[in-house]
């Protein structure tokens, strides 16, 4: 691209790289089409100056849809023209394939400090990460166990898991919002507003039932047992937080801490990070009782309502007295209207839940359901929502 | 427009420091025809890009802020109620027919005509049309402005099919609190402004505050830079930036020091926790890491 005006031969060797770039960042996870492709060439023709720097900023504008493919986007160009200039046809297949070490390793870094990654992304892997795009792929991953979930599918999941959850508590909180029923005439203001007008009814006033909107209280056991999960479904807690301000939010092992303001930062990785700063038991023992006698003695008061919607995320190991989480359990079911229990555990397909816990809170649930992929979190939304709706 | 420098010249022209990505956007928003989506963080000029490119193409500038709950109504069309009630009253002792009656008081006088028919409807040449914050009107709006922006036409049942006479330049722009409809994104060009870098900033602040000293420039920006590393609720942007200038110029401030920076916080920080997190940091330390 360094000389000036194209020639016609010139022209079609860049359409047919240009349109290689085109189906190389869908490859990549790009949402572009044609009609995109045609817009890139179209775009070059308009843009005459045609250095590499004007060249890349017209791809980027045309084939970008979000934040995430903006920052990509220069990586993969790079990848592709091979930095400095670009080549042609069969020479830019070798650095496609370059591409995918050099971008597989910035993932890593950039991904939220509470993962461990055990460092392990062999070219292999990286091959298959290629192919892990794709509204398939979306449907492989929504089903996978948190737990046996690869490292190489890690970063995968997580973009996946942020988007269907961001939308799905975008519907909540729409549905919240949109009953509007209007059910009388308020005849005392609609004649007194129109006085001004001569006496003629021209806009009608209505009262109604105030609407009451439903307030989620999220509790999310992080001790040890639950490791494997606890971070999938922090990020679940955060996505319904960013969409409402009525979700409220704790964690628990041996003790509760509010985590609502932490989770209420604009980004995941800001609230991850933050997270970890609170010091709480991360990973010890649980005592989900002792934890429930807290809440009530804290926060109940405040958060709890005939509104209140409480989810329990748990696998039920607890290391305190089963009596002392029923009677907590009853304190709070009398308060509120719906209690809803996710376990993870309910995922396996020879789970019984027979600990003592769990046995003994089975009569004051609502709700108990699966909690171990996407898909089990994403059902979640139904029962909200027939809640709301009643 | 000839090209992009022009399009950064044309932008400079009018005090905004446009750089070589925004300006490629813009070039191609006009010679493509295709709406740019621009995000970016609060305060960092994405609606100021749709008023600067109406003044540089000379033509009128339609703003339509998205809210929660906004409808056809408030946004396209809507009848004026009250004075065809009117005109029907004026026409009760008239001889004219039912049908004329009807035509009358349906006619483009009783039209309140909302921004986006607005947009279509503009005679003397192709207008900006800013859909500000989209993010914030629901789904369904979403959808309608889709085929809106297909076709460039609105239908209203009484009057027909309204077809642009002058394709509008559209400019969307959004703080992404959601994720915008993939269909939606594919139909615009996109780009994301980021907060500017240390020289662009400081060239920003000297194209539109130029009596501002040279010192206090450089201090202010460094500030706010640092002020952005801490992590805050909602990290002052450029607005920001012009804001505490001014604040310290209408003081007569000529150095940003401790005091200054205590007097002048509220012009950069706008939440009660920011404010607190702030003066727990110690802004002694914070202006410390600026210089």
Known sequence: MSSSNLDACDFCGLVRAVVEFCRFVRANGFGSGTKETIDCLQGIRAVRNTDLDSFRFTLRAVLCSSKEEWILFDDLFAAFWGGTEHRRGTQSKKSVVSIFSAHSHGNAKGSPVLFDHSAGSDLEAEGERKTAFGASAVERLKKIDFSQVRQTDMAELERVALRLLRRMSYRVSRRLQSRKRRDFVDLRRTIRQSIGRGGELIELNYKGRKRERARLVILLDVSDSMNLYSFFLLKFAYALGTHSKEVVSFIFSTNIVAVSKELSAQRLSHALEMLSQTTTGWSGGTKIGGSLQEFNRLYAGKLLSRNTVFIILSDGWDTGTPEVLVGELREIKRRISKLIWLNPLLGLEDYEPVTRAMSAARPYIDVFAPAHNLESLLELERHIVTWTSR | ?291
């Not at chain 2, 090209?3 to 009018?14: K, L």
């Not at chain 2, 970016?40 to 609606?47: L, Q, R």
């Open chain 2, 1 to 291: 427009m000839r090209d992009i420098n022009a399009v950064i010249e044309g932008f400079g022209r009018f005090g905004y420091v446009a750089d070589r990505p925004l300006a490629t956007a813009i070039y191609l928003l006009v010679q493509l025809w295709k709406p740019l989506l621009i995000e970016g963080h609060a305060g960092v000029g994405k609606t100021e890009v749709a008023k600067v490119l109406a003044s540089l193409l000379e033509t009128e500038l339609i703003r339509l802020q998205c809210y929660d709950g906004l409808d056809v109504s408030s946004a396209v069309y809507e009848w004026n109620y009250q004075k065809q009630l009117l005109a029907i009253k004026i026409q009760e002792g008239s001889d004219k027919t039912v049908e004329e009656k009807e035509k009358h008081i349906f006619g483009s006088n009783f039209l309140l005509k909302r921004p986006l028919l607005q947009s279509i409807l503009c005679e003397a040449s192709s207008p900006v049309l800013l859909v500000d914050e989209i993010d914030r009107a629901d789904e369904a709006f979403e959808a309608f402005l889709l085929e809106l922006l297909s076709e460039f036409q609105i239908s209203i049942p009484e009057l027909g099919t309204i077809k642009a006479k002058h394709r509008p330049y559209v400019i969307l722009t959004s703080n992404s609190t959601r994720e915008l409809s993939d269909a939606l994104k594919r139909r615009c060009l996109y780009h994301w402004i980021d907060y500017p870098s240390l020289e662009k900033e400081m060239e920003i602040v000297r194209t539109r505050l130029p009596g501002i000293e040279e010192d206090l420039r450089s201090q202010v920006v460094r500030f706010i830079h640092s002020v952005r590393q801490i992590s805050l609720s909602k990290p002052p942007g450029v607005a920001e930036t012009l804001d505490l200038s001014r604040s310290l110029t209408l003081l007569q401030k000529t150095k940003l020091d401790r005091e200054a920076a205590e007097e002048t916080l509220g012009s950069v920080l706008k939440s009660a926790d920011d404010l607190s997190k702030i003066r727990a940091e110690g802004i002694d330390k914070v202006l410390l890491r600026s210089f």
